[in-house]
């Protein structure tokens, strides 16, 4: 049986990235590649399983996705091309990995 999915990682800077469960196989937890954008450690974690799909006949989801609540976001206008862009973005960390109420997050 193969195993498809992939990590949601967040850093003490609350930024959100996430990591290929193949990139994760030959992995310690202690030598996961930090945040890029800060180059921080991970202090929360959540394993998403896509391998039977993401959703359910009925549109539930079924892989563990956690939707993330957006902390801040920061805009700023490219010298380029002259249009805005989000520059970088942090998210509240759960406290548990289960589906938002408002109060359930730790920052």
């Known amino acids: 049986m193969s ?8 850093c003490s800077n609350n930024h959100y990235w996430r990591i290929d469960c193949d990139e994760l196989d ?5 030598d996961y590649p930090k945040c890029p954008v800060c180059n921080k ?3 929360w ?3 998403v399983n896509i391998t039977n799909g993401s959703w359910d006949d009925k549109g539930n989801r079924i892989d563990g996705f956690i939707e993330l ?5 920061i805009s700023g206008v490219c010298s380029c091309c002259g249009k805005e862009h989000v520059c970088e ?5 759960p406290k548990e990995n289960k589906k938002w109420t408002k109060t359930e997050y730790q920052n």
Do not use: A, F
């Open 89 to 93: 973005i942090t998210y509240h960390i």
């Open 3 to 10: 195993y498809e999915g992939y990590s949601q990682l967040i």
């Open 26 to 30: 030959w992995l310690d937890e202690k």
């Open 69 to 73: 609540k957006v902390k801040k976001k």
């Open 45 to 47: 974690e959540n394993m």
């Open 41 to 43: 450690k991970h202090v």
